[in-house]
C-alpha cells in the first residue's frame, strides 16, 4: 500500500469536504487537509453587516427587550472607571445606600469598557464595539470551526449565515455579555475540534481554558460541557479512556467555581444579585411549563425568528438532512449538530421560565453556531440541484436572492434599534435629572413583582438608575404601600418616581399618604413621569401635580 493510500483522501477530496476522516478513524496530524478560503462574496457580506453593526453601536441602547440588561452592564462599566478597577466587585446603582456591589457574572466586558472610558471618556457605543470585537472572535472561530467541519461550499454559506442571523445584528453590539461568552464558547468548540482531529494536548488544553473563561463570563454556558462529552462519546468514545480529558474538564471548573463563590459572598454581605446562583431569581423550568404549548412555541419562535431569520429554518432541516445521509463513522460535523441539539434542548428545558419568553430571548445565542453550520449544509444541494439546470448568471442572482432573505430579520433588527425607545424610562431620567442631586438618593417604581409565578424575580429595574445617573432602591408593584416608602424615606431617599400610573391609583393607600407626606413634584399627565419629592411637605412644594417645573435647589442639567 502506498503512503497516499494510507494516509486516506486526496489533498483535492479534503478542500471539498475538510470534515471527513480518513478510513483508518478520526484524522490525526498527519493528515493536514487545504481548508477552504474565504470569497469575495463572503467577504461583501462579512463587511455590510459589520459596516451596519458599527452604525448601531453609534445608536440608542433602547433596542426592544434588552435596555434592562444593557443599562445595568453599562452602570457596571461607569462604576469601574469612576470608583476603582476592582473586577471582583462590580457595582449597580439599585442597591440603596450601600456600595452596590452586586453577585453577577464574571464582568469581563464592562471591566474592558471601563478601561477605554478612562482612555477615551464615558461614551456608551465603546462598550458596544468592545462587544462588537467579541463576536467577531466568535466568527473568526467559527469559521476556523466550519472549513474544519464541512465542504467549501456549505462551510462559506455557513459563514455567511452566520454574519446574517438577526443574532449576530442584535447582540454582536448590545452592551449585553452574549457576544462575550458566544467568543469563548466558539473557541472551545474550535478548540476541541483540533484535538479531535489532530489529537494534540495543546488543543485540549485550549478547548478547556476557553471554556473555563465561558463560564466565567456566563455560567448559562456550562452545556458545553454537555456539547463536548456527547462529541466525543458519538465521534471518538475510545478517548473517553484518557485521564487528561477528566483534568481538563475539572480545570475548566475551577475558575468558575471560585468566582461564583466571591459572587454569592457579595449577594450575602451586600444584599444585591442578578440571581446567578445564591438566590434572589429562579430561571428554572417546571413540569407545569413544559406540559403548556406556549413553552413550546415561544422557544420555536425565538430560534426561527432570532438565530434562523425565518428562511433558515428550512435550509437548516435540509442541511441536517443531507449531513445525514452522507455521514460515516469517522465524520465530525452530525455528531456535533446531534451533540448540540441535545445539550441545548436540555438546557432550554432547565431554564425554561426565561427561554420561552421575550425577557430569555438572549438565552438562544448558543444556537446560532449550531444554526449557521446546519444552514451552510443547506445551501449546498440547493446549489447542487440548481447548477444542473441554470446558468451561472442565475445562480449568482439566485444566491444573492437567497442571502437578502436570509438576512431580512437582520435588517428588521438594524433598523428598529434606530429610534429612541426608552419611552417612559427615558422620560422619567429626564426629569428625576431635572430636580435632584446626583448624590442624592432616589426610589424607582417597577412594574416587576417580588414574586412571579411562585417564584422569586428579578424585580429591580436599572434603566432610570443608569439614564439620570442615580443611585438608590427599586419598589416593586407588590411593595407600593405606604409603609414601604416610609421605611425607605427613613433610610435615607429623597425622591419617588412612579413612571406607570396605575401603581399608585388615585384614592389608594399610597397615594394618600404621599399627599400628607410628601411633595409632588411631576406628574405622568404633564411630564410623562410622576416624581414626588418625599423631603418635602405638601404645603411647601412649589409645584403641584401637573404644574409647572420648579428649578432643583441644586444646579440643574446633571447628567
Known sequence: ????????????????????????????????????????????????????????????????????????????????????????????????????????????????????????????????????????????AFWGLARRLLPATAA????????????????????????TVLAFYMLALLGFCRWLREDRVIFLVWAA???????????????????LGLWLVFAARDRLRRPSLYVAGLAALVAPVLWLRQAAWLHATY????????GGDSKWGS?????????????????????????????????????????????????????????????????????STDLGIQYHVYSLPYAALAIGAGFTPVLHWARRRWSPLTIGVTGAAMAVLLGAQSVNVFIQSLPDRSGVFGACATQLDAVSDPGELVVVSTTSRTIEDGVTNNYQEPIVF???????????????????????????????????PQLVPAGGPLAGWLADNAGQIRSSAQDGCAIWDLGQSPRHSSASAGGSAPESENSPGNS
Open 466 to 500: 443608569f439614564l439620570a445617573d442615580r443611585r438608590g432602591w427599586s419598589l416593586p408593584a407588590d411593595k407600593h404601600t405606604p409603609e414601604s416608602v416610609q421605611g425607605l424615606r427613613a433610610a435615607g431617599a429623597r425622591f419617588l418616581v412612579v413612571g406607570d
Open 156 to 179: 462559506r454559506w455557513a459563514l455567511a449565515a452566520f454574519f446574517l442571523s438577526p443574532a449576530f445584528m442584535r447582540w454582536g453590539t448590545a452592551f449585553m455579555p452574549e457576544a
Open 209 to 227: 481554558a476557553a471554556t473555563s473563561m465561558a463560564a466565567l463570563v456566563k455560567p448559562t454556558s456550562l452545556h458545553i460541557g454537555a456539547v
Open 1 to 140: 500500500m502506498s503512503a497516499k493510500e494510507r494516509v486516506g483522501p486526496t489533498h483535492e477530496a479534503m478542500v471539498d469536504d475538510p470534515g471527513r476522516a480518513s478510513d483508518g478513524g478520526i484524522d490525526t496530524v498527519e493528515i493536514r487537509p487545504r481548508l477552504p478560503t474565504l470569497q469575495w462574496w463572503v467577504l461583501a457580506i462579512v463587511g455590510i453587516v459589520v459596516v451596519l453593526s458599527v452604525v448601531r453601536a453609534f445608536g440608542p441602547l433602547t433596542y426592544p427587550g434588552d435596555i434592562w440588561r444593557q443599562s445595568d452592564t453599562a452602570t457596571i462599566a461607569r462604576n469601574f472607571a469612576a470608583n476603582g478597577m476592582n473586577i471582583f466587585f462590580p457595582q449597580i446603582n439599585w442597591g440603596g445606600a450601600g456600595p452596590g456591589y452586586v453577585e453577577s457574572e464574571f464582568q469581563l466586558l464592562p471591566w474592558l469598557t471601563a478601561v477605554l472610558y478612562l482612555v477615551f471618556g464615558e461614551h456608551v457605543a465603546l462598550g458596544r464595539l468592545v462587544s462588537l470585537g467579541f463576536m467577531l472572535v466568535a466568527a473568526g
Open 287 to 355: 413540569l407545569e411549563l413544559w406540559l403548556s404549548p406556549d413553552f413550546y412555541v415561544g422557544n420555536f419562535r425565538s430560534e426561527a425568528i432570532f438565530i434562523y431569520g425565518l428562511i433558515g429554518v428550512p435550509l437548516a432541516v435540509l442541511g441536517a438532512v443531507w449531513l445525514w445521509r452522507r455521514r460515516s463513522n469517522t465524520s465530525l460535523p452530525v455528531p456535533l449538530l446531534a451533540a448540540g441539539v441535545i445539550a441545548l434542548a436540555v438546557y432550554y428545558f432547565a431554564v425554561g421560565r426565561y427561554s
Open 271 to 278: 444584599g444585591n444579585t442578578f440571581g446567578v446562583i445564591s
